[in-house]
């Protein structure tokens, strides 16, 4: 079965860090894309960031850019989403998802890529 779980989710308050793990099993992780996702409540759910694990290329989307650096091992089959300067409009629940390939360019994976396995979204709280 394929399996994908994100973890490390918490309270964190403003101008804090946490990283987030995906762990992964039951695909060839080495060939696919996983991307992480997040939904504030009533908001549309916003992509943040994609690897290809294949050759480790990275596309970071804008709703977090340049506070968020995503990085795997292949070993554990994980990919990481370190984020750092929380702010409390950051709280939602956080997801990743995993594909194989898409047509499409990696800076369109909001919109147009499907992703086959989506797991458990872990929930972020930024507060004081």
């Known amino acids: 079965d394929v399996q994908l779980q994100a973890s490390g989710g918490g309270l964190v308050r403003p101008g804090g860090s946490l990283r987030l793990s995906c762990a992964t099993s039951?695909?060839?992780?080495?060939?696919?894309?996983i991307a992480w996702f997040r939904q504030a409540p009533g908001k549309e759910r916003e992509g943040i960031a994609i690897?290809?694990?294949?050759?480790?290329?990275?596309y970071y989307a804008e709703s977090m850019k340049g506070r968020v650096t995503v990085s795997s091992d292949h070993a554990k089959k994980t990919v990481y989403l370190q984020m750092n300067n929380l702010t409390p409009e950051d709280t939602a629940v956080y997801s990743c998802?995993?594909?194989?390939?898409?047509?499409?360019?990696?800076?369109?994976?909001?919109?147009?890529?499907?992703?086959?396995?989506w797991g458990q979204g872990t929930l972020v709280t930024v507060s004081s």
């Open positions: 039951g695909f060839n992780f080495d060939v696919y894309h």
């Open positions: 998802a995993a594909t194989e390939n898409s047509p499409y360019g990696m800076g369109f994976f909001t919109e147009l890529w499907e992703f086959h396995y």
């Open positions: 690897i290809k694990l294949s050759d480790g290329y990275i």
